[in-house]
């Protein structure tokens, strides 16, 4: 058992009322700069839709995230050391300013040195990246709403096989809204993507950082990451991505989209999870498994055992009393109502949703609801607008038994509290019959429905104590996916995953260990210095790159 600690987030679908509050801060905070007109750390989608950018969800075509070999051994589905570097320079898995959209504004000194008149002046779009004059076709949030679903929603990947039982008709179409920033993931397929070692891991919280001095914008970061979160800097060269407001986070602060969050729908706190099981998890034959098997590497804070594991790893007491508290540990491991988004990535995703059931009600009385037999509610589950087929793809890799016992939970818990507000009776056996207890149930709508703010956000301070480690780390642009163990925790594990330094020798930085050559020398075994492209810092010269002139 090797404990690590991991920041993490749950979002309740139901209450996402789609205002957008949450992407306008974080953009305000993080992206308001030149370079990041079309950079959404946080942004949010409507379900069925494209998603941003445009059908990030289909990996046939951007080939981000994860596969097993022959061997069922871990692998990018991008390809390997090889073919990266023979794409280093054209990337071909890159979504395009198109897939974005190019984000634009408007000519507004038209109006404002507009002559005096009988007729309006109007304005006309502009490129934000240009400054040319443009025909919108295409943007964030294009889509919001269902705005043209006749002719793009039925591109949404996750409605493959669905086609023909749902209509985009008003009478029968559904929808609901999906926030989206950084998974955070445990087994990152964008640091594993990098060939530079820009992107890291923090072992202290598992927050997914970029180094941006050590960036190089090869951008295989972006087309690793197959839920598109990480962006390309077209103005400084670098990768960025969503830091999961690290700054505040490490002050005992929710992130700025939970703060400002309108619906109260975000949760966070920690996750106790054991590294030395991630790589076998990420590895699950059947990608239907893969989200029971990501509920397996997580570990009871409440057992004793854990406990004295924490501390010989070294997490403070208090992270660890805050992992008991933790809602994320609650929604997603004791009470299971919360899921990953695409676990079939096999990134083992860390923001987690519980799915939207807001309809049932109503679905319920139309199906002639009997108060008499609460049981009845089940019955309507089915029959929701919204498919347990459609949440199956986007949460369980398609397994829709599961989705179908989070939602009869969420029901049980809505019945409940509707018979105790109107005194009606009650059947005994309702909370057993969905594997709960009344204690259970209660406990989870105190938690969806009342929670306070220090219920929602149980996120302990750093420790002054550790501030000169973590400085220390972060000079030496560590990685804490370059040590002993799997992809959770590691570079080469059991399963034989790599972590993409090609030529680094053994206990060094990437690219470190020489002389001259910019940070892309090292010496060989041989005793001879060679040169690595993938480590080269892109300044000096590049000596040993090619054989010299009456060299063996």
Request: hydrophobic share 35%; glycine share 10%.
């Amino acid at each position: 058992m090797r404990p690590m600690a991991q920041v993490a987030m749950v979002m309740n679908l139901d209450k996402c009322i789609g205002c957008h509050t949450c992407s306008v801060t974080c953009k305000q905070t993080w992206t308001n700069r030149p370079g990041t007109e079309y950079v959404y750390f946080n942004n949010v989608e409507t379900k069925p839709g494209v998603g941003y950018p445009r059908r990030y969800e289909d990996q046939a075509q951007w080939k981000g995230g994860w596969k097993l070999d022959r061997k069922g051994r871990l692998q990018l589905k991008a390809g390997g050391r090889l073919l990266k570097l023979l794409s280093i320079f054209y990337n071909p898995n890159l979504p395009s300013i198109d897939d974005y959209g190019d984000p634009w504004t408007y000519d507004y000194q038209t109006v404002v040195d507009a002559p005096l008149g009988t007729q309006n002046p109007s304005v006309h779009s502009i490129s934000a990246l240009t400054g040319r004059d443009m025909r919108l076709r295409w943007g964030s949030n294009w889509d919001d709403d269902l705005a043209g679903a006749p002719e793009t929603a039925l591109s949404d990947p996750d409605l493959a096989g669905l086609e023909d039982r749902v209509k985009m008709e008003f009478e029968q179409v559904f929808m609901f809204y999906l926030p989206r920033i950084c998974e955070h993931c445990l087994n990152p397929s964008c640091v594993a993507s990098c060939p530079s070692g820009a992107m890291y891991k923090r072992s202290e919280d598992g927050i997914v950082l970029v180094d941006e001095d050590r960036c190089r914008g090869w951008r295989f970061c972006v087309s690793g990451c197959p839920y598109k979160k990480v962006y390309f800097n077209h103005r400084t060269g670098k990768a960025e991505k969503c830091t999961l407001c690290f700054p505040r986070i490490e002050e005992g602060q929710p992130t700025i989209c939970s703060e400002t969050c309108v619906g109260r729908l975000r949760y966070l706190g920690l996750f106790l999870y054991d590294a030395d099981k991630v790589t076998e998890a990420a590895a699950t034959p059947d990608e239907k498994d893969l989200y029971e098997a990501q509920l397996s590497v997580f570990l009871d804070p409440s057992d004793p055992e854990v406990r004295a594991e924490a501390a010989k790893a070294g997490i403070p007491a208090d992270w660890v009393e805050a992992a008991q508290r933790s809602p994320v540990y609650a929604l997603a491991v004791r009470h299971r109502v919360a899921l990953p988004l695409h676990p079939e990535y096999r990134t083992l995703p860390m923001v987690w949703y519980i799915p939207p059931l807001s309809p049932v009600a109503d679905v319920a009385h139309a199906a002639g609801y009997d108060h008499g037999d609460p049981d009845r509610v089940f019955a309507t589950i089915d029959d929701l607008r919204i498919p347990i087929e459609y949440l199956a793809n986007l949460f369980t890799a398609g397994r829709t038994g599961t989705v179908r016992d989070v939602l009869r939970k969420l029901a049980a818990v809505r019945a409940v509290m509707r018979a105790g507000q109107l005194g009606l009776d009650l059947d005994e056996d309702l909370p057993a019959s969905v594997g709960a207890t009344p204690d259970d149930l209660d406990d989870l709508y105190r938690l969806l429905a009342i929670g306070k703010y220090e219920d929602r956000y149980v996120v302990p301070k750093a420790h002054a104590e550790d501030a000169g480690r973590l400085m220390a780390q972060h000079e030496q642009l560590f990685c804490s996916l370059d040590g002993e163990g799997g992809p959770g925790m590691g570079g080469n594990g059991p399963m034989g995953v790599e972590s993409f330094h090609p030529g680094r020798p053994a206990n060094t930085a990437a690219g470190g260990g020489g002389g001259g050559g910019g940070g892309g020398t090292f010496r060989a075994d041989d005793g001879r210095t060679r040169f690595n492209l993938l480590g080269w810092n892109g300044r000096g010269d590049a000596p040993h790159l090619f054989p010299e002139a009456g060299g063996s």
